[in-house]
């Protein structure tokens, strides 16, 4: 029984890697699942056991996504121990990292655009990490980082529509490998514009610092 469900578990896998793969490169009406299962090494009969249809496959990418943005914004949340810029400066660069290299966060970016996943966007990755930027922003508030004034909820909005604008045109150009320095640019640029005066002196003195890892107690 262990072996069969390890097996199955295996199947499902392939199934949504190799349709994320299908997605990226198709988007979700251009796909094919042929072509899926011939990717996934899966047969019709073991794709229809996983998922009802191809909506169903495109959801559980989804879903697989945001598990991955919730394991980056997990281990982000909890560094306490540093300045909340700092932070978000660490989250925005693994988000590029997860765009630049994870196919399943490819396919999620090019699925929640077509019409079909419009309403996805409101529970998809960016939500996920965006709660957390949010929350890192309200910190900042709180710690005197930002300018008086600013509005943590606009500061995140701005910086969401800003990341994915950059990463939208990564597709335009077929190039994401400087992915990272476009998303931290884009962070750097709203920060001089809404970051506390004193955080950006500091900041222009010494830049970004090396963050050591947190050690568990």
């Known amino acids: 029984m262990a072996r069969q469900q390890e097996r199955a578990r295996r199947t499902r896998a392939s199934l949504v890697e190799a349709a994320a793969i299908e997605?990226?490169?198709?988007?979700?009406?251009?796909?094919?699942?042929?072509?899926?299962?011939?990717?996934?090494?899966?047969?019709?009969?073991?794709?229809?056991?996983?998922?009802?249809s191809k909506e169903d496959l495109a959801r559980a990418v989804l879903t697989s996504a945001i598990d991955s943005f919730g394991e980056i914004t997990e281990r982000w949340s909890a560094r306490t121990d540093l300045d909340p810029f700092v932070v978000l400066h660490g989250l925005v660069l693994d988000i590029a990292e997860l765009f630049r290299s994870d196919v399943i966060v490819q396919?999620?970016?090019?699925?929640?655009?077509?019409p079909e996943f419009y309403a996805d966007v409101q529970s998809g990755g960016g939500q996920v990490w965006g709660r957390t930027a949010h929350a890192l922003a309200t910190r900042a508030q709180s710690e005197g980082l930002l300018r008086?004034?600013?509005?943590?909820?606009?500061?995140?909005?701005?910086?969401?529509?800003?990341?994915?604008?950059?990463?939208?045109?990564?597709?335009?150009?077929?190039?994401?490998?400087?992915?990272?320095?476009?998303?931290?640019?884009?962070?750097?640029?709203?920060?001089?514009?809404?970051?506390?005066?004193?955080?950006?002196?500091?900041?222009?003195?010494?830049?970004?610092?090396?963050?050591?890892?947190?050690?568990?107690?």
């Not at 396919?107 to 077509?114: K, V």
């Not at 600013?150 to 077929?174: C, E, N």
């Not at 884009?186 to 830049?207: C, H, K, N, Q, Y």
């Open 148 to 217: 008086d004034g600013v509005d943590p909820a606009k500061f995140t909005r701005v910086l969401a529509a800003s990341l994915a604008g950059r990463r939208y045109m990564a597709d335009l150009i077929a190039n994401s490998g400087h992915i990272a320095e476009w998303f931290e640019e884009s962070l750097e640029v709203i920060l001089d514009a809404m970051a506390s005066p004193e955080w950006l002196e500091e900041f222009r003195r010494t830049g970004w610092p090396t963050i050591e890892p947190l050690v568990a107690d």
């Open 23 to 52: 997605f990226a490169k198709r988007g979700y009406a251009a796909a094919s699942v042929n072509t899926i299962l011939e990717g996934s090494r899966a047969t019709k009969g073991a794709m229809y056991f996983h998922f009802q």
């Open 107 to 114: 396919a999620e970016f090019r699925l929640i655009i077509e």
